[in-house]
């Protein structure tokens, strides 16, 4: 077996730095090992091989008579130990990004209330302080990234075991930090993202695959499966996260939350929207939610066949998820409950304001729901396609007007485009761009809207902005996006 990256022999150890020492190029040392306990063993008090006589015994001893110096300079004794038998420290991590987020994982949390990911690994978030005033105020943000889903039980279960071995079902794999999106609401940058840039945010990671909703008390084994039992604690995962800001980062003193989410993460603002408010302290001064690309329809494919509502219902079957549904809904819906899995079929019940952000062609749905074979932009569509894909527009069009969304409730604003994109409010450059504009050319790009409605400059019809026409005559972004991408 070789040895790990990072150790050496003491042998090598004494070469490599008796030649820096016969080179005089002690800044080299420095240089390769500032700011490290290495570094201050090897030069600063001189006692690793190449400045004697080079036996592990000789190095620890000479380390003990500097071990106040070394001390001083923030070693430990088992760095001291480390660097006297040959181990190189480990390579530092690069510094986050400016605005970068940092991880917060619910170990309590999993132990405790059993809020657990798919694989049972625990949860948590990312966060980042507001700035001056605006600290007191939250962007509460859940994350997506689809869901796990088939035409069964057992086919469910199958890829929620196989979602569980990625970033996406167990919070191993997930970084100590994250990036803001360049373009996006939870960007520091007051230029791009007026609304939000000094607010603190805290990013909710997905990991049940149910987006927030998986409720089932019983883990579930999946025989064959790399990873097993798998859980669908969804709820617990999101209350745990709720709970944790208000314990330990000040969400209990905030005056202001927006509530928000993309693609998963934006049905799951719509589910829990509700939920959470209630979750919150009632001093509280204002409370609203922002789905962005939430807004998933039950509805065919090109072909006739309801692939995504059937696979939906199933795999919330499967997770135990009626709990999290509307109450209303589900008392219209007494047969089909999973219907109200679909906003279409409780949007219009729901209490706490909204701003929704969805385009009219949504890339996903396109792709994944209608199942479209081909691509509109690149001219590859027959007549028959085209007419599928310009109907879908106006069949989620006519959901969102069914509940609600485009008139006659005075809290709802929405900004949705008759352009081909996913999750604009986060992910591209869609957010302050102004070639994605509704309608084109006035102005109102997604980041106006936002900040219009956070500031309370646009209220009722004025903060709502409906694209009346259909792809491509909404230009230039009829023509751009991430659709492209989707069918090469």
């Not at 990991?207 to 790399?226: M, N, Q």
């Not at 691509?375 to 894909?389: E, H, L, R, T, V």
């Not at 527009?393 to 081909?420: F, H, M, P, Q």
């Not at 694209?467 to 909404?474: I, L």
Request: with cysteine; charged share 15%.
């Amino acid at each position: 077996r070789s040895a790990p990256v990072g150790c050496l022999s003491v042998e090598k150890m004494r070469l490599s730095f008796g030649l820096i020492q016969i080179l005089g190029l002690a800044s080299l040392a420095t240089t390769a090992h500032s700011h490290s306990c290495y570094y201050w063993v090897v030069t600063g008090a001189k006692c690793a091989p190449g400045h004697d006589a080079g036996t592990v015994a000789s190095c620890e001893s000479c380390a003990t008579a500097h071990l106040k110096n070394l001390t001083a300079e923030g070693c430990t004794q088992a760095q001291i130990d480390s660097a006297c038998h040959g181990v190189l420290p480990p390579t530092p991590p690069s510094p986050p990004a400016p605005g970068s987020l940092s991880l917060n994982l619910l170990h309590d949390a999993a132990v405790n209330d059993g809020a657990v990911c798919l694989d049972g690994s625990p949860p948590g978030y990312y966060w980042r302080r507001g700035k001056g005033a605006d600290a007191s105020k939250f962007l509460l943000v859940f994350n997506g990234g689809g869901w796990c889903r088939g035409d069964d039980a057992n086919s469910s279960a199958v890829a929620c075991a196989e979602r569980a071995k990625t970033s996406l079902g167990t919070s191993n794999l997930w970084a100590s930090s994250m990036k803001p999106d360049t373009h996006g609401v939870d960007n520091p940058n007051c230029t791009i993202n007026p609304a939000f840039c000094t607010w603190s945010v805290a990013y909710i990671m997905y990991c049940d695959g149910l987006s927030f909703s998986g409720d089932r008390t019983e883990p579930l084994d999946v025989p064959g499966a790399t990873v097993s039992p798998i859980y669908f604690r969804g709820r617990r995962v999101m209350k745990a996260n709720i709970n944790d800001l208000l314990q330990n980062k000040g969400l209990s003193s905030a005056t202001d939350v927006v509530l928000s989410g993309h693609s998963a993460g934006g049905l799951a603002t719509y589910l829990h929207a509700d939920e959470v408010r209630a979750l919150l302290p009632q001093t509280l001064m204002s409370y609203r939610a922002m789905p962005d690309a939430g807004f998933f329809l039950d509805h065919v494919t090109v072909t006739g066949d309801n692939e995504f509502g059937r696979q939906m219902r199933s795999a919330f079957t499967l997770g135990n998820t009626s709990s999290v549904l509307n109450a209303k809904c589900t008392s219209t819906h007494q047969g089909s409950l999973m219907d109200c899995v679909f906003p279409q079929n409780f949007a219009q019940y729901i209490v706490t304001p909204l701003h929704v952000i969805q385009s009219e062609y949504d890339s996903y749905q396109v792709s994944s729901i209608l199942q479209l074979p081909c691509s509109p932009p690149k001219g590859n569509c027959n007549a028959s396609m085209i007419q599928k894909f310009l109907q879908y527009g106006e069949d989620l069009k006519a959901a969102c007007n069914a509940s609600g969304l485009y008139s006659g409730v005075t809290n709802r604003a929405i900004w949705t485009d008759a352009c081909i994109a996913h999750t604009q409010g986060y992910y591209g450059d869609y957010y302050d761009n102004t070639e994605w504009e509704v309608p084109s050319g006035s102005g109102n790009t997604l980041a106006v809207s936002v900040y219009k409605w956070v500031s309370g400059e646009a209220v009722g019809t004025a903060a709502r902005h409906v694209d009346t026409v259909p792809w491509p005559e909404n230009k230039p972004c009829s023509t751009a996006g991430e659709f492209n991408f989707l069918y090469t």
